[in-house]
Each structure stands twice: as C-alpha cells, then as structure tokens.
C-alpha cells in the first residue's frame, strides 16, 4: 500500500542539483519519489511538515564499508597494516551469519542515524547484512566477498557463493547484490575473471580494494610484473560498472587507465590515514581524468566511525594539506563526493544522489537550530555540511519517502535492541583472540 504523500513547506533545500542550487522551497514527496521541489506545492490528500527550521539534503552515499565489522570497533587499534590484519583474520575465521547480521543491524543503524541512506559493503555471510538492510529500510549494494578457494574460510567455492547470494537477493526493493573479490594479494586471474563472468551475466556491480598499500603494489609487480590496475586491465578485467576501494598507491598511467575503463574509486581517508599505509590518494588527478570517485569509511575496525561527515571533513583537510592548495576539494566538491558522486559510482545517478523531480526520496532533515550549523543561512550550509554539522543535527531520515529515523530515534528497529545483540556477539568475539 501505497504511504501518504507529505509536503515540506519552506525547508532550506540543498538540491544537489546540476546548477547545485540550495534554495528555500516546499518539497513533495509521493510514492517514494520527489514529485514537488520549489514554490508552493500542492498539499491535496498530504501531511504537511512545518520544514522552516531544518535543511533537506540528499542521502549520503558510503562507497566502502564493511557494516558487519561493528562489534569490533577498538579491537585492532593502533597497529601496522599486518598486525591489523592478522587480529581480524583469527576473528573472521570465527564469526557466523548470526553475529555478521547483529553487526550488520547495529552498523546500519550507525550510518542512518548520521544521514547515510545507501552504502556500498564487501563482507562474507552477505545474507545477514541484507536481512539487516531490510530490516531497518536503509540501501545496500552488497557485495559478497570471493577470493581463491584455497585462501578462504567460507564453506563452498566463493564465486559459487556469490553467485548463489545475487540470484537470493535479485529484485529486492532495498538490496543490490553484487560480487567483490577482495584484491590481488588472494586473487588469482581465474577468479578475477570469473567474478567479472558473475556480475555480466547477472547485470551487477564489481567491488573490490585495489592499491591499497605500498607494499601490496610492490609485491605485485614483483611476482606478474606490473602494477595491479595495468595488471587486471591486461587480463581483461577492468570495465564499467566497476569501483576500486583506496586506489592510494596508483601513477599517472594507471589513474588513466582506470578512466578510459570507466571504473570508479571509493576515496577513504580514515582508514588509510589510521592504519598508516603512507601517501595521499591522487583524488585531485583521478577527478581532472574524470573518473567517478565517492567517499567510504570503510570498517569501524580500520576508522572507527562510519560518519559520512566526518570523512568529508577529513577527505578536504587531507588534500589541502598534502596539494599546499586550499582550493582542492572545496566543500562542494567533498559534499559532491558524498552525494551524487556516490549516486554515480553505483550506476544511480539517474535516481539517487540529489533533491529533484523524479528521484526517489531519500534524504534527510537536518537541523538549522544546531549549534555546528551556526550560521544558518543558505550561502554557509554547503560548507557546515562538509566541515562542521553534527552526526547529532540529523533529525530525521527517509528512504524512498520512508521515515527510517525520525527525531533521532530508529523508526524499524530498536536500538537498545540491536545494541544488546551486538555487544553479545563483541563478547564473543574479543574472547576469540589473544
């Protein structure tokens, strides 16, 4: 059955649009689309919200996550990218559906109480990720993790198991399955090649973390004797419909490469930064060759937060800093990246991504009375958004023009709940390593 369609009246309205307009106006929302944006819309047989005191903007978009990873947040810290790696390995090869899906309901439940409406995931056991997806009302394009079958702890053939996940979850409203093999380091050409095979016959994504670190570029060219993105181009991997996770450790010729295959990246500052992989992803040079980049957290392991606001706030300080020029990444730019940027790493550019007829509503309201928002007027929100606002002045939050948070409370599911059946599986899962 179809939900009432509610009117916004004079809501501060960052569209997101391609003149990127933020403008006072009323917003309609019907049938999970915005059918109204600007002057007095029609409030015939619709609940009208008073929206003078808040700010509507458009759903963030998380290009890289691992949500199931939320009850172990503080276990790895302050470790090398090996040390980190080798803890979560011992607790990965322990985990079941059942904790991947309490982990997945409390990391979901993160993102939309901070605005973040859809979000792209590599894991295993990807069923309890979707379930929790459905469950709270959020978006996942979610992307079951394959490797070689000789370096996995899955039970099955990973490829077999992505396969079998997509064609479970095809044609849900909310889940978007994809495959994700997990990088060259435990990948060989087969099982790139048959995760591509996988998602053109299925007509899915492709996600997987490519050049992460110094080291997994070396070592790669050290044994196929070329960096991994000329490497997956030579074997016929690299195509549209495709986004590489980091992309930190990457030259001149491979961002060109990368772009003359239309393949995106998703930007994670946090992450690198905390786990001290070294140098400054190239954002600057892979944007200037046009390639699509979004911004992810990545996991709450490696972050420790999956707040889309932080990691616009420290994706622009980052490049700034690194480039000696403040005009990169302006906060547009990084509210860009956040937003429609995303929409277009996902192929969704046509119907997420941004305030305007046609699209499917998923936004947030966003206080204008809070005081990171302080000045509230139209020529600062841009700017707050990227550099000050508050996970705590996201008010409420819609999917598909549904209420999944309002007044900063879960509307699908409880969190004392999902936080009690969390902290049951971090029990269990901290006692699973030294």
Same mark, same amino acid.
Do not use: C
């Given at each position: 059955m179809a939900s009432t369609p509610t009117v916004f009246r004079d809501?501060?309205?960052?569209?997101?649009?391609?003149?990127?307009?933020?403008?006072?106006?009323?917003?309609?929302?019907?049938?999970?689309?915005?059918?109204?944006?600007?002057e007095r819309a029609p409030s015939e047989g619709a609940e009208v919200v008073d929206a003078r005191t808040f700010a509507i903007v458009p759903g963030f978009v998380n290009a890289h996550t691992h949500v199931a990873m939320a009850?172990?947040?503080? +276990?790895?810290?302050?470790?090398?990218?090996?040390?980190?790696?080798?803890?979560?390995?011992?607790?990965?090869?322990?985990?079941?559906?059942?904790?991947?899906?309490?982990?997945?309901?409390?990391?979901? &439940?993160?993102? %939309?109480?901070?605005?973040?409406?859809?979000? %792209?995931?590599?894991?295993?056991?990807?069923?309890?990720?979707?379930?929790?997806?459905?469950?709270?009302?959020?978006?996942?394009?979610?992307?079951?993790?394959?490797?070689?079958?000789?370096?996995?702890?899955?039970?099955?053939?990973?490829?077999?198991?992505?396969? &079998?996940?997509?064609?479970?979850?095809?044609?849900?409203?909310?889940v978007q399955p994809l495959v994700a093999p997990q990088g060259v380091y435990v990948c060989n050409e087969a099982t790139w090649l048959g995760a591509k095979a996988i998602a053109e016959t299925n007509h899915t994504l492709v996600h997987y973390h490519l050049s992460e670190t110094r080291r997994e570029v070396h070592e790669h060219e050290k044994k196929t004797g070329l960096r991994p993105p000329l490497w997956l181009d030579k074997i016929g991997f690299l195509g549209p419909g495709q986004v590489a996770a980091h992309g930190v450790w990457m030259m001149r010729r491979e961002i060109e490469t990368l772009a003359r295959r239309s393949v995106g990246v998703a930007h994670c500052p946090s992450s690198n930064m905390k786990l001290a992989t070294g140098g400054v992803a190239p954002v600057r040079e892979m944007r200037e060759c046009g390639i699509a980049v979004g911004l992810g957290t990545d996991s709450v392991a490696s972050n420790n937060s999956l707040s889309m606001l932080r990691e616009m706030h420290i994706a622009g300080l980052l490049q700034k800093h690194q480039t000696w020029d403040t005009s990169v990444l302006p906060a547009q730019v990084l509210l860009d990246m956040?937003?429609?940027?995303?929409?277009?790493? +996902?192929?969704?550019?046509?119907?997420?991504?941004?305030?305007?007829?046609?699209?499917?509503?998923?936004?947030?309201?966003?206080? %204008?009375?809070?005081?990171?928002?302080?000045?509230?007027?139209?020529a600062a929100i841009v700017s707050h958004?990227?550099?000050? &606002?508050?996970?705590?002045?996201?008010?409420?939050?819609?999917? &598909?023009?549904?209420?999944?948070?309002?007044?900063?409370? %879960?509307?699908?599911?409880?969190?004392?709940?999902?936080?009690?059946?969390?902290?049951?599986?971090?029990?269990? +899962?901290?006692?699973?390593?030294?």
């Open positions: 809501a501060l309205v960052v569209t997101q649009d391609a003149e990127r307009r933020v403008v006072r106006a009323d917003v309609r929302v019907e049938n999970g689309r915005f059918v109204h944006v600007g009850p172990l947040r503080g +276990l790895a810290d302050d470790r090398d990218l090996g040390g980190f790696l080798e803890r979560l390995f011992a607790v990965d090869a322990k985990r079941t559906e059942a904790d991947v899906e309490a982990g997945a309901l409390a990391g979901v &439940a993160e993102m %939309l109480l901070s605005g973040t409406t859809s979000f %792209l995931d590599l894991y295993y056991f990807e069923d309890g990720v979707a379930r929790a997806v459905d469950a709270l009302g959020a978006r996942g394009f979610l992307g079951w993790a394959v490797l070689d079958p000789e370096l996995t702890t899955q039970k099955g053939a990973p490829l077999d198991n992505a396969k &079998a996940f997509i064609q479970r979850w095809s044609g849900n409203a909310r956040a937003t429609i940027e995303g929409a277009r790493l +996902l192929g969704r550019a046509a119907d997420l991504g941004s305030v305007e007829v046609g699209k499917r509503a998923d936004f947030s309201l966003v206080r %204008l009375d809070h005081p990171t928002l302080l000045p509230a007027r139209p958004l990227a550099y000050s &606002a508050s996970e705590e002045a996201f008010d409420s939050v819609f999917v &598909a023009g549904e209420p999944v948070v309002r007044g900063r409370e %879960l509307v699908r599911g409880s969190w004392p709940e999902i936080r009690s059946a969390a902290e049951a599986a971090a029990d269990a +899962l901290w006692r699973a390593v030294p």
